[in-house]
C-alpha cells in the first residue's frame, strides 16, 4: 500500500516523466530490455517483474513513472561509457577512447535525449581509455560542468575547467563514493533511488552475472583497490556499471560484498 501512494505521489512530479516513458517505449528490443527490468524491480521493491519488458505496458517500459534514472551502455570497443538520465537530462559518465563523441551521441539520441540535455560529465578516472574523448565530448554537450576525482583531476585537459569531486559529493544525485586504488583519484557513483552503481575501474564484469576486482595489470595500489571494493559493499544496490566486461543487473551489492577480502 505504501509503494502505491509513493508511486502516485511522485506522479505529480511533472510531464517530464511522461515524456521520458514515451522515450522508453521507443528501446523495446535494443539493449533497454535489460534496462527496463532493472528499473522496473527498483520501483516495485523486488524482482517482482514476472512479464517480459516487451509486454510491460508501455508507461512502465524504459523509465518508470516515478522518475527514477535509467542507464544506457554506450560501447566503445573493449570499454564502456555509460549515460545516465533522468526527468529528460542526462548525465554522461566516462567518454571512451579518442572518437567516441558520435557513439555517446547515437546512445543519447535512443532514448531520446541529446546534447544539449546533459547536464554533467563525470570521469572515473584519468585513464586514456576513459577520457579518450573528453574535449570532444564537452564541446558537444556545451551546457555541462565537467567533474573528475579531485587526485585525478589535474591530468585530464579539458576545455572548460572541471570541478573535483571527492567522497560524500553529489552530482545528478549521485553520490560520489572515493574509490581509490586503480588511480589516486577514482570515484565510483551511486543513484541511491536507483539502486545503479557505477564503478569505473573499480571493478570488472565478467558475462553479465559476475563481478571481479580491480584489474592488478593496470592498478598499481592493489591493497587501496580492495579497501575501496569493502567500501562500496557496504552500500545498497542492484546494478553494476562497470568499465570492461558486462554489467550486472541484480544482486550488485552482494556480489561485490563477495569480493571482499580479510
Ligand atoms: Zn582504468
Redo the contacts with the bound molecule.
Sequence with gaps: MDRRVFIKDLGKLGVAMVVVSACGTDRIGSSASTVAATTGSSVTGGPSSSAAPTTLPATTIGAPPTGLTTWERVRLGSVSAYVLARGGEATIVDTGVSGSAPAIGDSLGQIGLGWADVSHVVA??L?P??IGSWADVMVAASGAAGYAGHADLPAISSPRPLSGLGDGDMVFELRVIATPG??PG?ISLLDESAGILVA??SLNGTDGTGLTGA?PQ??PDMATANESIAKMAGFDYSVVLV?HGDPVVENGSSLVGALVTG
Design positions: 572515473t578516472h585513464h581509455d576513459h586503480h588511480t577514482h569505473g575501474d584489474n593496470y592498478t568499465g
